[in-house]
T-cell receptor, first 112, second 111 residues
Framework: DSGVTQTPKHLITATGQRVTLRCSPRSGDLSVYWYQQSLDQGLQFLIQYYNGEERAKGNILERFSAQQFPDLHSELNLSSLELGDSALYFC???????????FGPGTRLTVL | QKEVEQDPGPLSVPEGAIVSLNCTYSNSAFQYFMWYRQYSRKGPELLMYTYSSGNKEDGRFTAQVDKSSKYISLFIRDSQPSDSATYLCAMRGTNAGKSTFGDGTTLTVKP
């Protein structure tokens, strides 16, 4: 158990819908990272927050957004969902801006 | 061309064998190098975390980094069936939070 928690574990929804994925970092970690893992692609970095501020952005679609709250938990919002958004979404956290990243168990999103 | 290249395998070895997993990369700014183990698309588990060139050993695992060749390796000694998983290499620059991952190598250790 890495200490990073993610909810929900599984999410099944329809195209065009909007969902919110939640992540709680390890105690003491200030950075949160979101990654997407599709069957045909490896882990793709989406976005990083550090102590509430966006610090790095990867190939995140405009339909996706994220934020980190004062209690340091983070939410990833996915809207206007398409079939191709079906994937595992992982959250990771680290103490500082960089450093060792510890991953949560992931949320498996299925878009029908 | 991808920044990080990793042979997807699959790699199958008998129990007790020494396993060698490798990644090459193109970005000379990478300074931190990691190896993760991922079981059946569960959350990746950090195995090794190294800085710059050199070797690092932790139990049955040894990580090697050769920055001059832009090549990193993970060796697993006395491999066990429980080592069967996908192994992901990852790397990042000094001030970068973002890590770039290889696509993973699937390893099966047969009893």
């Amino acid at each position: 158990d890495s200490g990073v928690t993610q909810t929900p574990k599984h999410l099944i929804t329809a195209t065009g819908q909007r969902v919110t994925l939640r992540c709680s970092p390890r105690s003491g970690d200030l950075s949160v990272y979101w990654y997407q893992q599709s069957l045909d692609q490896g882990l793709q970095f989406l976005i990083q927050y550090y102590n509430g501020e966006e610090r790095a952005k990867g190939n995140i679609l405009e339909r996706f957004s994220a934020q980190q709250f004062p209690d340091l938990h983070s939410e990833l919002n996915l809207s206007s969902l398409e079939l191709g958004d079906s994937a595992l979404y992982f959250c990771a956290s680290s103490v500082a801006q960089g450093g060792e990243q510890f991953f949560g168990p992931g949320t498996r999103l299925t878009v029908l | 061309q991808k920044e990080v290249e990793q042979d997807p395998g699959p790699l199958s070895v008998p129990e007790g064998a020494i396993v060698s997993l490798n990644c090459t990369y193109s970005n000379s700014a990478f300074q931190y190098f990691m190896w993760y183990r991922q079981y059946s698309r569960k959350g990746p588990e950090l195995l090794m975390y190294t800085y710059s060139s050199g070797n690092k050993e932790d139990g049955r695992f040894t990580a090697q980094v050769d920055k001059s060749s832009k090549y990193i390796s993970l060796f697993i000694r006395d491999s066990q069936p429980s080592d069967s998983a996908t192994y992901l290499c990852a790397m990042r620059g000094t001030n970068a939070g973002k890590s770039t991952f290889g696509d993973g190598t699937t390893l099966t250790v047969k009893p």
